[in-house]
């Protein structure tokens, strides 16, 4: 069973924020969830991992859960939810989180307009076979062509040799 909740201007909701309840139609803070949730980005900047920061708030999520957590910015401003952490503490865990990422060789960067274009070329040889079946002559048509990939440094490839 699935339970919606109206918020503010016609939103609906699926489903409430760990730290939050809902009375009469507006999210308000569960006290006993939101110090979870200070202790939760407390414990991952003194440098534990998720599962541990998770433990020591007293949270039992997966690690992915808490990950999601730490980055879901209605902890800080949503026009439905009041904040329960602070810009300061949810950039820091950002912050963090990305400097985790990255000296674990994680992060992935785009490299602008790094676009490979690859050149091709094809070939086809005159059939000397006619069949009457089409499918057969469709078949016998593919055959003949050949391609062939022009690469940057003007060398060529042919058939499963080409990158």
Not at 37 to 59: C, D, M, V
Not at 71 to 100: C, G, M, N, W
Not at 141 to 147: F, G, V
């Amino acid at each position: 069973m699935r339970v919606e909740l109206k918020g503010k201007a016609g939103e609906i909701m699926s489903h409430i924020l760990f730290g939050y309840t809902i009375q009469n139609g507006r999210a308000v803070i569960n006290e006993e969830e939101a110090v979870k949730i200070e202790k939760l980005f407390e414990a991952y900047l003194s440098g534990l991992s998720l599962t541990e920061a998770a433990q020591k708030a007293g949270i039992k999520r997966y690690h992915t859960s808490v990950a999601r957590m730490l980055a879901d910015k209605r902890y800080v401003e949503y026009k439905f939810y009041p904040p329960i952490i602070s810009k300061d503490t949810f950039e820091k865990a950002q912050l963090e989180r990305h400097r985790r990422a990255e000296e674990l060789g994680r992060i992935y960067e785009h490299k602008g307009n790094e676009k490979k274009i690859l050149n091709f070329r094809f070939h086809a040889s005159m059939p000397d076979n006619l069949y009457d079946d089409p499918f057969q002559q469709a078949e016998y048509a593919y055959s003949l062509i050949k391609s062939e990939v022009i690469l940057d440094d003007n060398q060529e490839c042919y058939g499963n040799s080409c990158p």
